[in-house]
């Protein structure tokens, strides 16, 4: 059985991380390094999260209050 703490932190965290990452780099105009600081991640996983290679077993663009 998959616990519902184990589907937020393999599909949902990353999802929302890729969502922000991307949103931040493309809308706002700021670089990689600068996202990944404010998201604590590296630089390569936003890297990733922008060209849709990490972090899309999960839509969430479509979540309205997100």
Do not use: T, W
Not at 35 to 61: F, M, P, T
Request: overall charge positive; aromatic content about 4%; proline content about 3%.
């Amino acid at each position: 059985m998959i616990l519902p703490c184990e589907v937020a932190a393999k599909s949902v965290v990353p999802a929302i991380k890729a969502f922000m990452a991307k949103k931040l780099v493309e809308e706002h105009g700021m670089k990689q390094d600068q996202v990944a600081e404010i998201l604590c991640i590296s630089q390569s996983a936003v890297s990733k999260y922008s060209r849709n290679i990490r972090g899309y077993s999960i839509r969430v663009d479509g979540v309205e209050r997100l």
